[in-house]
Nanobody, 121 residues
Framework: QVQLVESGGGLVQAGGSLKLSCVASETIIKMDAMGWYRQAPGKQRELVALMGIGSRTNYADSVKGRFTISRDNAKNMVYLQMNSLRPEDTALYYC???????????????WGQGTQVTVSS
């Protein structure tokens, strides 16, 4: 069972920056994708940024040009650099890792506990 632990959240003023980190208990090389999701109060969890095979990235439209996902395979870490933060970015941010289980034809998802990001106006 892969464990993911996020860090780096906090309180920041609008326009500021934060860098989230996620460390995995096992090598992330075997992950088919690593990503960041967020959930604001009263809202569904949504994809923020995803890095798949070949380091292909995908971002939510609302964060394009402001957030950047990256990974360090040697350290088993994934990062989310967040710039030009807005109050609407306030949410609990979760790290996610996905591995496709070919034996059972399904995705296995691993989640961290989340780190809170609060952006004040």
């Amino acid at each position: 069972q892969v464990q993911l632990v996020e860090s780096g959240g906090g309180l920041v003023q609008a326009g500021g920056s934060l860098k989230l980190s996620c460390v995995a208990s096992e090598t992330i090389i075997k992950m088919d994708a690593m990503g960041w999701y967020r959930q604001a109060p009263g809202k569904q969890r949504e994809l923020v940024a995803l890095m798949g095979i070949g380091s292909r990235t995908n971002y939510a439209d609302s964060v394009k040009g402001r957030f950047t996902i990256s990974r360090d395979n040697a350290k088993n870490m994934v990062y989310l650099q967040m710039n030009s933060l807005r109050p609407e970015d306030t949410a609990l941010y979760y790290c996610n890792g996905r591995v496709y289980d070919y034996d059972n034809s399904r995705w296995n998802d691993y989640w961290g506990q989340g780190t809170q990001v609060t952006v004040s106006s």
